[in-house]
T-cell receptor
Framework: SQTIHQWPATLVQPVGSPLSLECTVEGTSNPNLYWYRQAAGRGLQLLFYSVGIGQISSEVPQNLSASRPQDRQFILSSKKLLLSDSGFYLC??????????FGPGTRLTVT | AQSVSQHNHHVILSEAASLELGCNYSYGGTVNLFWYVQYPGQHLQLLLKYFSGDPLVKGIKGFEAEFIKSKFSFNLRKPSVQWSDTAEYFCAVNADSWGKLQFGAGTQVVVTP
């Protein structure tokens, strides 16, 4: 069966520090991968999606970037965090273009 | 702009009461529709989905949703809720071939014993 992992589960970082969040998927190949952010009291906002290694599309202008160095690995990064980057970050995968499966998420607090 | 609206942000009801959560979207053309649920401390998971065919779809745990194309709506229902239905519920729409989802803001449902 397929599983999706995210780490770390929680993270507290000062403003201006770098960020690296990792997502890996097991049990499937060539998945579509997605990064979402959920801010308090708001729904999930799509940040990035990827249909293959090295193929990244950004949905919103922001302080973050994404990379896909391997087929089942998706990384969310920042060179310098802002307070507004705080939130709950979810990674998701799909093999079908529509149905997505979500990871456990990372709670990021920027202080 | 394309959007997904959920009518209620918080709903509190007693066990055995009926639940209906509203969802409206503003996309034109063909859409795929979803309801996701996040139970406390758990992953976001799919409750049910609509791609085509019968507009009344049944999901897990006794939930169902009805797609009304003329009203751009996809409301979620459960005839009799249980305490274990306490969760946050998200409506989502996909309108492209890349599988990108647009989510509503979510509805926090609290079921009291």
């Amino acid at each position: 069966s397929q599983t999706i992992h995210q780490w770390p589960a929680t993270l507290v970082q000062p403003v201006g520090s770098p960020l690296s969040l990792e997502c890996t998927v097991e049990g499937t190949s060539n998945p579509n991968l997605y990064w979402y952010r959920q801010a308090a009291g708001r729904g999930l906002q799509l940040l990035f999606y990827s249909v293959g290694i090295g193929q990244i599309s950004s949905e919103v202008p922001q302080n973050l970037s994404a990379s896909r160095p391997q087929d089942r690995q998706f990384i969310l990064s920042s060179k310098k965090l802002l307070l507004s980057d705080s939130g709950f970050y979810l990674c998701a995968w799909s093999s079908n273009p529509s149905e997505q499966y979500f990871g456990p998420g990372t709670r990021l607090t920027v202080t | 702009a394309q959007s997904v609206s959920q009518h209620n942000h918080h709903v509190i009801l007693s066990e055995a009461a009926s639940l209906e959560l509203g969802c409206n979207y503003s996309y034109g053309g063909t859409v795929n529709l979803f309801w996701y649920v996040q139970y406390p401390g758990q992953h976001l998971q799919l409750l049910l989905k609509y791609f085509s065919g019968d507009p009344l779809v049944k999901g897990i745990k006794g939930f169902e949703a009805e797609f009304i194309k003329s009203k751009f709506s996809f409301n979620l229902r459960k005839p009799s809720v249980q305490w274990s239905d306490t969760a946050e519920y998200f409506c989502a729409v996909n309108a492209d071939s890349w599988g990108k989802l647009q989510f509503g803001a979510g509805t926090q449902v609290v079921v009291t014993p």
